[in-house]
């Protein structure tokens, strides 16, 4: 057994993310005024030149190739959903700067853990083994826990750092033990060894580690009944972490979901299905009524959030290439959703005071009329309103979800996304019909007001033109899953 | 029933045994002895596996550095074992039905489960056997795989490792200033410090005392810096 240098050509984004991150820890431990600054612009240009190599090596039209003993998988669907992660952490980087200055917590650590928990993302979503998968997830999840905390001096903080770092821990532990039962049936670790070796392997104990991996992927996606942490943690944690907490990890999450179940066990799917109907159903219902009592925005987009992600994993449920598709379209859409409807919360946002409440929206037509209208789009695009891309993804699963024949869990689904429209609609009745509560004028950096206008736009130019980030998705999941049967 | 499995059983239970009773011993300090138990009997079923080098490091590194460490700081830290204690009672109930349903599942799967199949019989035909490492040791052989088969998790999991670092210190670090910093003392100060800087010896005359307020004798006349 040789270790063959060119392997590392198909990790060179991971390198080189991983690189830089000890290059931000070096630089910022000795640039000591300049050190924020240095951090920012260190991890933007780390995420832009880590987007063009990912960029430069995508190949639309190649096979999977495989690289380190077949535990890193290179395709089209990691590279997309990479792209995707460093746009994600672009935005949030960048929307999120202003909020720790003002609130005097902007640490060049933050940027450090950011990047690392980047590098995480790029690991799972490019995993063809369990063991790098769970280390992956590891780093992710460990980023984050300190980044939920990262503003230690506030109890709210620390409190919802601790609850997820308590709970995640608990989840990572299933999915350890899941992992461990599945290498017990099967003899090995590597995912496409591990879908060869499923129909001879013993079937009990297969399923006595898919219950457990299943509960592990929906604790990391925050969906019923392991959402508990989710409305404590976005609440609690800063409004810089929850846009990071609330995107990319989930683009993260969703490859997870789509490697194992998809990719290892789709022997499998009639059981692992079943679990996810129970799954989507629980989460569909639970996050839009209780959405509806919120009154702090930002426990009501984690709601939100978890309905979102039930609806995600109802493109898992046909199990067929274009239900995969629908479900990473459908990730995709709701990251850029997610982070406008965040960076709302930021905007609205100053030195001493949150906007936490739905409250704060009131009049916002009047104090600005253009965020007033972007806030718009964004609450239409969630609640699933035509001609925005929350619209079309929606669209999408529920057309998958028919294909494979569960008519009612789609009916269940259109209904409780009516139930779901009161909550955003709310929003902007209060922007746009009540007198506002607050006059501040709104006053945040340029690079905040120009990103999310486009954020904005684009969550509406999608909606009209979803068809080349659709056509992205199919071709990407035709990709991976032609690698996958053959071998 | 061969003298092997006989030691892998007794092992077995007694880690079983030792991990109960880490999560249900009241005392932290029994806690983590139970757990030191645990690790010991991990550390045996890994010599029976011949992983002499694997169970040696998991006796010298948890149970000689981290255990120790954590009851250095069990011990050190006053914890309140009534308030640990505390809603014990109350969350029992539905604690205890959830852990016996959990049980009754996990019992029912594994009752059709792991019996006569021989498990990863599948795979053996699939992994395709490596060459035959011609080390006769264990750490020989852990080296190989771990810096080629296994080198990108290798490397990852030091990244992980980082993250720990970076999470702790952005944590907990505090530069001395602003409001902490008064608990910093310069030595240099301190010894430069003489008594006429700090004292100053009021004459007055003798008054009688007062019994409104007997705190005040306790103020010395005048003191600081």
Redesign the interface.
Known sequence: ???DVS?LYA?TAEIFV?IM?LMV?LVTAFARDIARGLAYSLAQLTLIIAAFITFFTLDAEAKSEFA??N??VHDLAGSILKLMVYLSMMVALIYGRGYLADRKIE?P??Y??AL?TT??MM?MITAN?L??LY??L??MS??L??LV??D?DAVRSTEAGMKYFVLGALASGLLLYGMSMIY?????LELS?VK??V???????L??GLVFLVAGVSFKLGVAPFHMWVPDVYQGSPTAVTLILSSAPKLAAFAMAMRLLGGALPDLAEHWQTMLMLVVVASIVLGNFAALAQRNIKRMLAYSGISHMGFMLMGLLSGDGMGYSSAMFYAIAYALMTLAAFGMVVLLSREGFEAENIEDFKGLNRRNSWFALLMLFVMFSMAGIPFFVGFFAKFSVLQAVIQAGHLWIAVLAVLMSLIGAFYYLRVVKFMYFDEPADSAPLNASGELLVMLSINGVAIALLGLMPGTLMQWCEGAMKVTFAAAVGG | MEFSTFVFYFFAAVLVVAGLRVITARNPVHAALFLVLAFFSAGGIWLLLSAEFLAITLVMVYVGAVMVLFLFVVMMLDIDFARLREGFWKYLPLGAVIGALLAIE?GL??M???GG?E??????T??NV??PIECSNNICELG??L???????F???A??L???M??A????LRRRSGKYAEKYISPEAQIAARSEDRMILVKMASEKEEPEEPAAGAQPGKAGQ
Do not use: C
Request: charged share 10%; glycine share 6%.
């Open positions: 057994m040789n270790f392997n990790a991983a991150i820890m380190f003993n535990m890193f640490r650590e933050y450090l853990l690392l590098l995480g690991v083994h063991l790098v280390v992956g590891e780093m460990l980023s826990y300190a905390a990262f230690r017990g049936a099967t003899g090995s060894v060869q070796a129909p001879g392997a013993d079937s009990a104990v399923l006595f | 996990m799967v594994l059709k489960g792991f199949k498990v990863a019989a599948a795979a053996a699939i992994t490596t060459e190989r795989v810096y080629t088969e296994y080198a990108y998790p490397e990852l999991a990244l992980v980082l993250v720990a970076v999470a210190v952005s944590l907990t």
